[in-house]
């Protein structure tokens, strides 16, 4: 039972968090969306936090584990760009929250309800609705933590004090991505998806299909991944305070699925980009952003 290990709240904490930003930020009232980017500003600053007290005084950035392939060395300077993006990405979420808060209080004196957002449980035709908005979000803050925090686990030497809290706290919330994932594949079997905007040209839209199999997969396939490394590695996954065990022998075919964990999540960062790259050039259509708004 690894309840005990800090590992296993940390990572509590952290789907709290995600389940609470998420929410505040598809909320109706608009104050309380400005409280929910404000979170998301805050959590851009954890990351950053823990990168700059805690990571960079840590020896870890100068002597990490000993490298598996010649990519890793790469990793010192990884973190230092993730911290960096998440500390602009928190100033900028503040500056969002800024705007926000104004055209609330302009809204306040010309209509009541002009800034309400009236959302339906289950997707509408053309837009997503709050199980699908909360799922997404909650998906994408676990991924975005998970990330540096694997990078970071991953350069801790055997018998550090802390090691396995890293790896607990990594695995119970990798593995909480898979289940979410597998629950929004489901969702959206139930609930059709919005149908995508108008002002796609065929080809575009190609490629959104695209990249969402893709993305999904990813989803999927990090998890997966994961285990098949943890297992023939003869560690076991834990999930909180359970631990399954390592279903097979030890083998060194563990590293095959280390490298293709470690690329599939180094790609999927440029995908998260690339989505986000789409949803900015398509915001100011009308009919896209409804369907995200
Ligand atoms: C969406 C979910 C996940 C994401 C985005 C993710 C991401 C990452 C990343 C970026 C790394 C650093 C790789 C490197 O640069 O060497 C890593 C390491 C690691 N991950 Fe995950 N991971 C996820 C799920 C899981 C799961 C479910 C498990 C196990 C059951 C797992 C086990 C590990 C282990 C053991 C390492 C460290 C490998 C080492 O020590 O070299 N991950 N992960």
Redesign the pocket.
């Known amino acids: 039972m690894y309840i005990e290990n800090s590992g296993s709240w940390i990572a509590l904490a952290i789907i709290l968090t995600s389940i609470l930003t998420a929410w505040a930020l598809n909320y109706s009232a608009p104050k309380v969306r400005v409280f929910g980017t404000l979170l998301a500003a805050l959590g851009c600053f954890a990351v950053a936090a823990w990168f700059f007290f805690f990571v960079t005084s840590s020896g870890m950035l100068e002597n990490p584990k000993p490298n ?1 392939t010649p990519l ?1 060395s790469a ?1 010192p300077s990884l973190l230092w760009a993730q911290a960096l993006i998440s500390l602009a990405s928190g100033l900028f979420l503040l500056f969002i929250a800024r705007g926000q808060s104004k055209s609330k209080s302009k809204s306040k004196s010309k209509s009541k309800s002009n800034n309400i957002l009236v959302l339906s449980s289950v997707n509408e035709q053309d837009r997503y609705g709050r199980v699908s908005r909360l799922l997404h979000w909650v998906i994408a803050i676990l ?1 975005l933590s ?2 540096p925090m ?2 970071f ?2 350069m801790i030497p055997e018998g550090t004090e802390y090691r396995l809290a890293y ?1 607990v706290a ?2 119970s919330l ?2 909480s ?2 289940f979410l994932v597998l629950f929004r594949l489901a969702w959206n079997s139930f609930s059709k998806r919005p149908t995508l905007s108008d002002s796609l040209t065929a080809k575009e839209r190609k490629l959104a299909h695209g990249a969402h199999i893709t993305l999904y997969f990813m ?1 999927l396939a ?2 997966v991944t ?2 098949m ?2 297992s023939y590695h003869g560690y076991g ?1 834990f999930f909180f305070m359970w631990e399954l065990p390592p279903l097979w022998g030890e083998s060194d075919i563990y590293l095959v699925w ?1 490298a293709i ?2 690329y599939l ?2 790609m ?1 960062v440029s995908m998260v980009f690339g989505d986000v790259w789409f949803n900015a050039k398509y915001a100011n259509t009308t009919a896209h952003s409804e369907r995200v708004k």
């Open positions: 598996q890793d990793k991924v998970l990330i694997g990078i686990a991953s790896y990594h695995k990798g593995v991505v898979f989803m990090i998890p994961g285990y490394m943890t996954t280390g964990h470690k999540s180094w999927s």
